[in-house]
């Protein structure tokens, strides 16, 4: 039987088997999970939590962040969460979890930024005022003595490092047009006394202010031995009456007067459990401790809501207790995540899946508001992609809002999905509609209740029906992944499929033959990982069972493998006749230098998570990007398992992503150089 004919099969039989109610259901249905929680979803009491996180996160200093936390945890318990902890990172600046730098306590009381000249209108000549708008003040921004801080302001252009660390800047306040976390290290070298950020990624926001959340000379917590500079964010109608000012007059004098301090103290995170009855979890995680409502007060929000449905509707026997517990864990981004990892091993062990949930809740009447779920990487394959597209599917569908799904994206806490950590993790994000990421005018009226309670239910249904996952749906997820392995393959293919008639000579096509080759049997590979990855599910008595269950659907997925290379065969073979070729067109690899080097080379990783070198100043980078961030780096090193050489990596790190010039040995030996890899075989 066919791939396809097996698939409708499956269909017709569930469309004909009458669904039992799900109390009575010990494997209750899909659609039924997510129309039993889309009916008890309350958006008005996730609304509520929103506006309570955005009254103290909007200060988004430590002691906010501490009020916060204890909101968090009030509510957990409230909600009907069990063993509901807080805890905290030590937020030193010095402790490093995995190569993380844990970034200094910050608080602030008052800061201004003043025009001095008296020609103005009063109203006109403050530009930042903390208390009335936080934003107008950079997070980590240095103090000044209590009288103040007045100079001169100098305008610079663009965000050159090396020129901006040359131009004299000394005893200076320093307008920017780009964000000046990217290069603070070069206004500490050049001897700014702070930054005005005039930079805003939605100019049209007349009156917002760009937040500015990074501060540390190497990259973006502030830590210990980061420079104390001041910094200030302004509106584009401040920035332009202050460039207008410097056009005319040619010096503008400033005074800034900032009550801050930094000091040793601790970086919250809370995480509490609707209990299971077995030892395994899945997890929602999601940060708190920024300044915007949309970005991400909702996603806090939806958290807890999803956990406050299913609790009600566990307790009122509307659905049964999970298998497995189901845990919310909010913290701060990256620095908090990496903590409760660190430091929960064995629980992170035991979680089987994971939903990220920092992402806006926006107005359904704006466009660009639609999600995008954005799915493991490669090296991380899952069932979890399949599953959450189907989640979606059966929900979107049924809402009338468009959705989209997206390759892996390194920049939140998703980096769970990496093989070090080994949770698969998946991340659904949208627009805001109006541009508002880390602006001022992020708040709490620009949410869309409608909005928070459909990414409220899509998160709680993910999390219940995997929580209640057992080896019989292990085997639905096995066929619900090989259909989507099915399509990628034949997505691999295509490209080389369309170039083949366009090639005109018969090296072109010996080189679309080995490249299409290549792209099958990774795809092959990696959609039978995914298939695979379901035995996770399986009791560990039933695992050969399942492994049993399981090969019949690789086997298919290879056969189909075999089909389009046979195809993309046939069709160049078609191309090299037209072109009067007597010979079998055969592939024709390409072997770089930086490939032979490469295969001498096996990079063992010392920690787990990405390499934000922030432990590093940014001239002893090299040119190379921070590995917190960069797609290319970060993929590599995800693909580093300790047994692969390095142009294994790279081939892989190339199937994944496209081709790229990045010089991949010269950065991992600069990785070596500075201790963050080891190397066997050389």
Known sequence: MSWISKRQAFVFLTACVALPAIPEDPHPNLELVVQTIRSEVRPDQAMDFVRHVYATDRWFTFPKFQETAAYLSHTMGEIGLENVELLGAPADGVTQVGFWTEPLAWDAKSAHLEILDSSLPPADRILADYEKTPASLGMWSGPTPPEGITADVVEIHGADEVAIAKTPLKGKFVLTDQNPAGFKWALVKAGALGA?????????????????????????????????????????????????????????????????????????????????????????????????????????????????????????????????SIRILIMGEMYGSMHYVATHRDRVRRTIAAMCMDTPAASYNLAGTEYTFYLNPHVAKSYTDAFILRVAEEYFSKAGRPWHSHAFMSGTDTYLAEPTVNVPTVWPYSGSGVHTHHNSEDTPDRVDPRTLRDIAAVN???????????ELESLWLAELSQTRGYDQ????????????????????????????????????????????????????????ETAKALAPLIEDLRRFGDEQRERVRRAIQRRATEMGLSVPVKPIETRTAQAAEASKIVVCRKRFGTLPLDDLPPEQWQGFPSGAWASVPTTALYWCDGHRNLAEVIHLTQMELGPTDFDFVGYFRFLRAHGYVDFLGE
Request: aromatic share 8%; no cysteine; hydrophobic share 40%.
């Open 460 to 470: 709680a249904s993910y999390l219940y029906y995997l929580a209640n996952a057992s």
């Open 196 to 324: 005005i950020n005039a930079f805003t990624e939605n100019p049209e926001l007349r009156d917002g202010r760009q937040w500015i959340n990074a501060w540390g000379d190497n990259g973006w917590g502030f830590t210990k031995g980061s420079a104390p500079l001041l910094s200030f964010s302004i509106s584009p109608r401040e920035a332009a009456l202050l460039r207008n000012l410097l056009a005319e007059r040619g010096n503008v004098r400033m005074k800034a007067i900032v009550d801050s301090r930094y000091y040793a103290g601790v970086y919250p995170y809370v995480t509490g459990v609707i209990p299971g009855t077995g030892p395994e979890e899945v997890l929602t995680l999601g940060h708190a401790f920024e300044q915007g409502a949309e970005d991400n007060a909702t996603g806090v929000a939806a958290m807890l809501e999803s956990l406050a449905t299913l609790r009600r509707l566990i307790a009122e026997g509307k659905l049964p207790s999970p298998r497995r």
């Open 489 to 544: 393959i034949l997505q691999a293919i295509a490209p080389f499929l369309d170039r083949v008639p366009a090639a005109k000579d018969a090296e072109t096509l010996g080189r679309l033959l080995s490249d299409a080759l290549d792209h099958v049997a990774y795809s092959v590979d990696r959609e039978s990982q995914a298939v695979l990855s379901v035995e996770r599910l399986a009791p560990n008595e039933k695992r050969d």
